[in-house]
T-cell receptor, first 115, second 112 residues
Framework: DQQVKQNSPSLSVQEGRISILNCDYT??????FLWYKKYPAEGPTFLIS?????DKNEDGRFTVFLNKSAKHLSLHIVPSQPGDSAVYFC??????????????FGQGTTLQVKP | DVKVTQSSRYLVKRTGEKVFLECVQD?????MFWYRQDPGLGLRLIYF???????EKGDIPEGYSVSREKKERFSLILESASTNQTSMYLC???????????FGDGTRLSIL
């Protein structure tokens, strides 16, 4: 039972254009969402997060949008650069009172930004 | 800056061997995690620990155990390695409540 889903295994965009990566979740208890970026042979690197009390969070070229009613979040990268080519994972957390920080990850989307 | 060190980047072992994967942090963070990453499946949680000698099963604990005798070290143990445990193994820690997890560079483990 996949609680966090990234339905697009891959995405290709032109340098300078917008990249939009999507993520859906099923558990309404999730209250914290994150995006990670992963290069081959390296560990995932934290990019940006959003709490369920917000619907948008921005950090430089990266913006995450959260639509709670649709149980959907997206990551926008503007403008896209070749160095953004990587696998992107979305993740969600919702431990409630235990607060262990346990994350549930999506399957990942491979982004290719073409020069 | 957060530093998570995994002892080996690449490891090749034989079926049936007992395998130890080590993860060390340089601070006093409590929550540590072990994941495996497989194509099309994302990252799946094997075990996590929220303090010394405290551990909880994740989503796929079968065939694995963990050890946390000191706060800075969290070990993943494959009791009797099998070929379906060939994977990328990632250790992570969380600095504090409400924060993200930070990952090591991973161990690419091959079981022959």
């Amino acid at each position: 039972d996949q609680q966090v889903k990234q339905n697009s295994p891959s995405l290709s965009v032109q340098e300078g254009r917008i990249s939009i990566l999507n993520c859906d979740y099923t558990n309404s208890m999730f209250d914290y969402f994150l995006w990670y970026k992963k290069y081959p042979a390296e560990g995932p690197t934290f990019l940006i997060s959003i709490s369920s009390i917000k619907d948008k969070n921005e950090d430089g070229r990266f913006t995450v949008f959260l639509n709670k009613s649709a149980k959907h979040l997206s990551l926008h990268i503007v403008p896209s650069q070749p160095g953004d080519s990587a696998v992107y994972f979305c993740a969600a957390s919702g431990d409630g009172s235990s607060n262990t920080g346990k994350l549930i990850f999506g399957q990942g989307t491979t982004l290719q930004v073409k020069p | 800056d957060v530093k998570v060190t995994q002892s080996s980047r690449y490891l090749v072992k034989r079926t049936g061997e007992k395998v130890f994967l080590e993860c060390v942090q340089d601070m006093d963070h409590e929550n540590m995690f072990w994941y495996r990453q497989d194509p099309g499946l994302g990252l799946r949680l094997i075990y996590f620990s929220y303090d010394v000698k405290m551990k909880e099963k994740g989503d796929i604990p079968e065939g694995y155990s963990v050890s946390r005798e000191k706060k800075e070290r969290f070990s993943l143990i494959l009791e009797s390695a099998s070929t379906n445990q060939t994977s990328m193994y990632l250790c992570a820690l969380r600095r504090g409540p409400g924060g993200p997890q930070h990952f090591g560079d991973g161990t690419r483990l091959s079981i022959l």
